[in-house]
């Protein structure tokens, strides 16, 4: 029997082997269950075409969307926004004749919905002859 300050001094110890072991186990499930696709900061690099040679006559209407959603009819600035005006700047420009070949010109990084707006406005005037203007792809560049 101990009696007083005889008793000896243990170390105690808690044994964590266990628990880094369940800690590390629960880290990995993690990880692995994990997804990183971020869908507000996906990139996507647009567009890109073949560069075959093409017949390459000057377009006689060419509509240019910036990377803002500014539309240019020409060389000039579309006045305001929404269908309407750019319908208004392309009749100006355009006249009467409907069989022109129209080029959008569409920053790669513009939103999508502006382009379809350019397209929209040409479609609802009667035009038919669209074409997008692209660059070559890297790969075809280096060649």
């Known amino acids: 029997m101990r009696i007083g300050n005889d008793r000896r001094n243990d170390d105690f110890e808690i044994n964590v082997v266990s628990l880094i072991d369940v800690l590390l186990t629960l880290l990995m499930f993690f990880v692995l269950t994990t997804t990183f696709v971020q869908h507000s900061r996906l990139k996507v690099n647009l567009p890109q075409a073949s560069a075959e040679d093409r017949d390459m006559q000057p377009p006689a209407i060419t509509v240019m969307v910036d990377r803002e959603g500014h539309f240019y009819v020409g060389s000039d600035e579309v006045a305001g926004s929404g269908v309407d005006a750019v319908k208004q700047a392309i009749a100006r420009v ?12 569409a920053d790669a990084m513009t939103a999508h919905q502006n382009v379809v707006t ?3 406005a040409l479609g609802q005037l009667g035009f ?8 070559p792809s890297q790969a075809e560049t280096g060649k």
């Open 94 to 105: 355009a006249g009467d004749d409907r069989n022109q070949t129209v080029t959008i010109r």
């Open 118 to 120: 350019a397209m929209d």
């Open 128 to 135: 038919t002859h669209l074409s997008i203007a692209t660059t």
